[in-house]
């Protein structure tokens, strides 16, 4: 089919935040290569509140998981049918409804196949249940394996379009159709993501004290922004230069993210927006490697200890990892110091 013929193209995303944030490289060389085609984007709700901030020329289709399964079917099929279809990542919920969608030609992953980083070397693990994987093996023209070991993962889906990325820092790939970055304000500020979705991922109180110690030492004239981390955050109540950061929309955080002087976050959304936003970051790790999440900002650094566990048992959410660790060793390891350390370097 060539580039003229598709004139209707339907993307399927269905993660999380900070995944739809790496997804910036591909809607973006898909805008240059397919500049007049219409371009709809099935996603579920956090998906509807990210991607009209990273590309505001999607039209979007919202579906999620607690929505009536009739309803949702009826919309899927009353869309009309694509040029091409492509499935932006190998979760279940993106395979079964790609099979649903109509489209002339349908291309994406299938069974996703990961290398978790191990001391001595790497642990392969496989992220779809093999028997849609094969369903889909039937459907998709092209089909392809989701190998992202190799690059950062901002340019992995790049290979949807028999492109290769060039190791270009995220913000690169920020299009005219993006939310632009915020002015920075004569106040200037650190902003510190301290919830990481996981709680073995997570810093303690007693580390972002000490961490939030040191930025007010080392930089007089910021204020400290702080989310999450609200034992910490207790310890500076008389000092109007840490502020709490609440929850707030999606929009808000674009905006604070972008105008920061540097971001401290784990592998997360806050993270991925400094990225975008070309804003300095330091990323902390653990247990998972940092070389597919880094920040790709000026002057980032990631902090990273490698726990001598991995490849990692870790249950997600609240529970502690499966040997019994409610913080991940590689975190455990970390000192204030290194945060400082490297932004003194970051903002030098």
């Known amino acids: ?6 004139r209707r193209i ?18 973006f060389e898909l805008g240059r290569l397919y500049p007049n085609a219409e371009i709809t984007m099935i996603t579920n709700r956090k998906g509807g509140q990210v991607y009209p901030l990273i590309d505001s020329r999607l039209r979007l289709v919202v579906v999620d998981h607690g929505d009536p399964k009739l309803p949702m079917l009826r919309t899927l099929l009353a869309m009309p049918r694509a040029d091409l279809v492509v499935a932006l990542d190998d979760s279940r ?36 249940r093999p028997w849609l994987s094969a369903v889909v093996r039937t459907v998709y023209r092209p089909v392809r394996v989701r190998r992202p070991e190799d690059k950062h993962d901002g340019e992995v889906e790049l290979e949807l379009l028999d492109l290769k990325g060039q190791f270009q820092p995220l913000a690169s790939y920020r299009s005219d159709f993006a939310s632009p970055p915020r002015p920075r304000p004569d106040a200037p500020y650190i902003y510190c993501a301290a919830e990481a979705g996981w709680r073995a991922r997570q810093l303690t109180d007693e580390q972002w004290t000490g961490i939030i110690r040191g930025l007010r030492q080392a930089f007089p004239e910021h204020t400290i922004v702080v989310h999450g981390a609200a034992g910490a955050v207790q310890e500076f109540t008389l000092d109007q230069r840490v502020i709490a950061y609440g929850q707030r929309s999606v929009a808000e955080l674009f905006a604070k993210i972008s105008a920061a002087d540097l971001v401290i976050a784990p592998d997360s959304f806050a993270l991925h927006l400094a990225s975008f936003y070309d804003v300095p970051a ?57 945060f400082i350390a490297a932004a003194e370097a970051a903002l030098a």
């Open 282 to 338: 330091i990323g902390y790790f653990g247990p998972a490697h940092p070389h597919r999440f880094r920040p790709t900002g000026p002057r980032s650094a990631s902090l990273f200890h490698q726990p001598a566990c991995s490849p990692c048992l870790q249950l997600r959410g609240n529970e502690p990892c499966r040997r019994d660790l409610i913080q991940c060793s590689s975190l455990a390891a970390m000192k204030p110091g290194e």
């Open 93 to 128: 919920t993106t395979l079964v409804l790609s099979l649903v969608v109509r489209g002339k030609r349908k291309t994406g992953w299938v069974q996703g196949i990961s290398l978790l980083y191990a001391e001595g070397g790497f642990s392969e693990w496989t992220s779809v």
């Open 1 to 6: 089919m060539s580039d003229g013929a598709i």
């Open 10 to 27: 339907t993307l399927l995303s269905f993660r999380t935040f900070g995944d739809y944030v790496l997804k910036a490289p591909f809607l």
